[in-house]
């Protein structure tokens, strides 16, 4: 498919704004599934929900079903969920375990490596016609596992998944690393899914590093839904010495970090349970000890291009934005601890998850509530004439400074423009060098 939406006139960066046509047109969205969701590296899940041999967990790449699942002798594939026969999805339930996938349609069955295993009437129908290899289920061609957590791309060209994650991986780290800063550790704890009226790419934008719509959290801020009931702000406050950071990638990324001062002390947290304090006051001299330097990134909020967003620490977890039409969204939050955190532990961080996060999280309906009218409200004829703005801190950013990347010490809409600045490139189906910005010079990357 070949594009002829006016990319250029609706997405100027170098203007700082955009159309409201990318949010609401089913023409932007057709073209984002033909030409975005099948090259990006994508989330599909995490090693620790599928431990054993024979377990699977039932994902999606965009708008298509696919199926995480752990082989017989314990390796990861990623397959589409579609019968090779006549297309009925072959496995209906979220999760499981299972030796074999079998069809409900017709009952062709495959094995958990997905090689098609078993024809009924073979013999008598098929026998020297159709050759079982020749119809294994369909299998993504690149995937990577990463810290536990499982990627992947239906480009066979794209490139590696951390050349794809670029600078990135530093915030990336400190999201799946063990809260005392071993590598990795982490477990899900359970993954919330719901479907909201919005375009995905609200969701998204907002984890990039919107900071400036704070003032919409005001009521859960006033309440004090964070771990220590504090009122006045909605988690314990362990950033407040520290230098906040928005970061651009040139693949897309962005996000809000806080870049913590040489000399850090522990934030007491917690203050309801002691046990949980004290676990982390330990957590926190251990990740200091070991990581040195590192230990001063500390993640808030981000978005890994396109669709998966994370919290860093509190609440700390992954969230992917599956777009289902220019204006729904099914929305996945993973929920992150340390595997081998104690079970209080896990307990009070669940509970905090929940009143903070998910379609009952009192943090994210207040955004909910501004994207699915945001949404709504630019659908009308008259609203599509008018673009977005997205002029906030132009220009106003420095490249590897403290940290690397492009780096605003202010609230921005750099990393936004940035991330336009790919999609637009996604869309108009330019090579991998154009798509992970090998061509720019990182001033120019603000600029195009
Ligand atoms: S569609 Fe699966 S066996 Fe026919
Ligand atoms: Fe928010």
Redesign the pocket.
Known sequence: MSTTLPIDQMIDTQRGTISREIFVSPEFHAAELEKLFTRAWLFVGHESQIPKPGDFFVSRMGQESVILCRDSRGAVHVFLNS??????K?CRYEQGNTSLFV??????SYTTDGKLQGVPLYRSLYEGVLNREDWSLIEVPRLACYKGTVWASWDAEAPDFLTYLGGAVDHLDQVLDCRDGRPGGSEVIGVHKWILPTNWKFAAENFLGDTYHNPSHRSVDMIGIGPSGEKGQRRDNEYNKGQHVWVGFPQGHGMHSVWMPEQQEYQPGYAQYPEVDEYFRHCFEERKRRQGDKARLMPFTGNLFPNTSYHGRQPRGLCVWHPHSPTETEAWRFFLVDADAPAAVKDVLRRFYMRYSGPAGMTEQDDMENWLYATQSSMGTIARRYPFNYQASMGAYKTNDPIPGDVSLQITDQTPRNYYRVYSRYLKGDGWDSLLGRDLQPIQRAAE
């Open positions: 019968c090779r026969h006549r297309g009925m072959i069809c409900p349609y017709h009952s062709w």
